[in-house]
C-alpha cells in the first residue's frame, strides 16, 4: 500500500511569490491535514480538509489556502510568500473514522529567498 | 485550547539500553487520543504508539511501551533494548474528539534521541 505523499520535494520561492504544495492521501482516506514544520516553532496545525470541504484550519493568515479534490488528494497554497514561510510542510491522512490515527508524507521543504 | 510539553529537548541512550521520553500535556476534556511519533532524518513523521484516555491499560507496541497517568495527564514512552534506528527525534501528540478541533493534532516541541553504538 502507498503512503501518503507530496510533491515537491524542495520548492524554492522568491519574497511576493506564490507556491502550491500536493498531496496524495492512503488509498481509502478522505481526510487530508495540513502542518507546518518550521525551525524554532514545532508543529503547527494549517488546514483539515474531509470529503472535499474545508472543515478546519489553524491560526494562519487568510494568504494560506488549499483545496480538496474529489480524489481526495490535496493543494496547499501559499500567497505573498514571506521569508518566514519556510519551513517542511507536512500532509496526513486519516481513514473516516475518529479513531484512526494520522499518517504523514515526507513533507515539502519551501524555502524563501 | 490544548498545550502539550517535553521537557526534555535531548536525550541520548547506549545501544540495547532504556530510555524513557517524558510528555506532560494540559487538557480540561475527559477523553482524547494521545500519540508519538518519531521523525527521523528522513522528514516523514512515522506513528509510533497510540493511547485512547478512556483505556487504563497502557499501549504497547514490541519495544516501545507507554506510561499514562491520566490524573497527572503525563504520557511517557519508553523504548526498551534501543537501536541504532531508533535515533530519531520524538514528537508527542494530543488529539481532541471535540469536533471544535477538528481531529487536529496538537504536538510537543519535540525531544532528540541519540543512540549510541
Known amino acids: 500500500e502507498a503512503g501518503v505523499t507530496q510533491s515537491p520535494t524542495h520548492l524554492i520561492k522568491t519574497r511576493g511569490q506564490q507556491a502550491t504544495l500536493r498531496c496524495s492521501p492512503i488509498?481509502?482516506?478522505?481526510?487530508v491535514y495540513w502542518y507546518q514544520q518550521a525551525l524554532g516553532l514545532g508543529l503547527q496545525f494549517l488546514l483539515w480538509?474531509?470529503?472535499?470541504?474545508?472543515?478546519n484550519r489553524g491560526n494562519f493568515p487568510p494568504r494560506f489556502s488549499g483545496r480538496q479534490f474529489p480524489n481526495y488528494s490535496s493543494e496547499l497554497n501559499v500567497n505573498a510568500l514571506e521569508l518566514e514561510d519556510s519551513a517542511l510542510y507536512l500532509c496526513a491522512s486519516r481513514w473516516g473514522q475518529e479513531n484512526q490515527p494520522q499518517h504523514f508524507g515526507d513533507g515539502t521543504r519551501l524555502s524563501i529567498l | 485550547a490544548q498545550t502539550v510539553t517535553q521537557s526534555q529537548p535531548e536525550m541520548s541512550v547506549q545501544e540495547a539500553e532504556t530510555v524513557t521520553l517524558s510528555c506532560t500535556y494540559d487538557?480540561?476534556?475527559?477523553?482524547?487520543?494521545l500519540f508519538w511519533y518519531k521523525q527521523p532524518p528522513s522528514r516523514q513523521m512515522i506513528l509510533v504508539i497510540r493511547?485512547?484516555?478512556?483505556?487504563?491499560q497502557n499501549a504497547t507496541e514490541n519495544r516501545f511501551s507507554v506510561n499514562f497517568q491520566k490524573a497527572a495527564k503525563s504520557f511517557s514512552l519508553k523504548i526498551s533494548d534501543s537501536q541504532l534506528g531508533d535515533a530519531a527525534m520524538y514528537f508527542c501528540?494530543?488529539?481532541?474528539?471535540?469536533?471544535?478541533?477538528?481531529?487536529?493534532?496538537?504536538f510537543g516541541e519535540g525531544t532528540q534521541l541519540t543512540v549510541n553504538p
Open positions: 501528540a494530543y488529539r481532541s474528539l471535540e469536533f471544535s478541533s477538528g481531529s487536529r493534532l496538537t
Open positions: 487538557t480540561s476534556e475527559s477523553d482524547y487520543y
Open positions: 488509498s481509502g482516506h478522505t481526510s
Open positions: 480538509y474531509d470529503e472535499g470541504e474545508e472543515r
Open positions: 493511547q485512547e484516555a478512556y483505556k487504563q
